[in-house]
């Protein structure tokens, strides 16, 4: 089996860890690259996985999993690059980093994939859609497609969807938690305890997910089934519509989309 090396254990890097430990992936086939001592050293205790240099990291995995922030990658490539070989692969979930950004920082014989995962990858739940960059073969991206796997469903896209990927998906869990905390605090506003407002928010919103994906209906269907004429969810709705909710979401979606364009350019 090959190794694995994760680069940059975040908040992304760690969920990426420890759904690959989830999935049952041995820890000695599992390496990750850390700066920090006292980092390492929770890391080491928590997955039982080697914590070492990112040099040697790279030296010593086959597949290469860069997890830092976008504005750090180009540092990250420049500290690895000279230790790369022929063969491995190089998979970067950094949000508006492009394969032909890597390709241009790695030797020519390296594949690059990019991936855009999202935080419920924690549960097993993510979502990472994955792109090839320009010499990546079929198998590499299998490769990928198995590593992303272990903690959610994968998409194959063209790199040019990354960005509306990113704002989609990437950053969409902190919409829907935006919503679930705003319908709570309405709630409480209503008169409700703050817990009752609490269960019986995530437990719509579970469900609800749970009719999307288990019937495959369609949301409108599935909205048009809880709205009777004259009714009470009629009258919520209006005032969404009266509120623009709808074109807010698009204009902050666009918004996502452009700052991932401008992460690309180092802005
Ligand atoms: N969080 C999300 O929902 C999400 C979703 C999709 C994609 N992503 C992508 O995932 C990447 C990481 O995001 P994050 O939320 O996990 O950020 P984060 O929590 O800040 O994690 C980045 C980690 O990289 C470390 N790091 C920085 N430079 C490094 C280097 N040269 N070598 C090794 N480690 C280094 C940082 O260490 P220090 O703290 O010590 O600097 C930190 O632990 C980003 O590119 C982001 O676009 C995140």
Sequence with gaps: MSQTAILGAGVMGET????????????????????????????????????????????????????????????????????????????????????AFIESRVPDDIAVVRVMPNTPALVDEGMSAISPGSHCSDAQLAEVEALMASVGKVLRIPERQQDAVTAISGSGPAYIFFVVESMIEAGVHLGLPRTTASELVIQTLVGSAKMLRETGTHPVVLREQVTSPGGTTASALRELEIHKVRAAFLAAMEAARNRSRELAEGI
């Design 16 to 99: 990426l860890l420890s759904g690959l430990v989830r999935a049952g992936r041995r820890v000695d086939h599992l390496l990750v690259g850390e700066k920090r001592a006292e980092r390492a050293r929770e890391l080491e205790e928590r997955y039982g996985v080697a914590v070492v240099s990112n040099v040697e990291a790279a030296t010593l995995a086959d597949t290469l999993a860069l997890v830092v922030k976008p504005q750090d990658m180009g540092d990250l490539l420049a500290e690895i690059a000279g230790v790369l070989r022929p063969g491995q692969l190089v998979v970067s979930l950094a949000a508006g980093i492009t394969t």
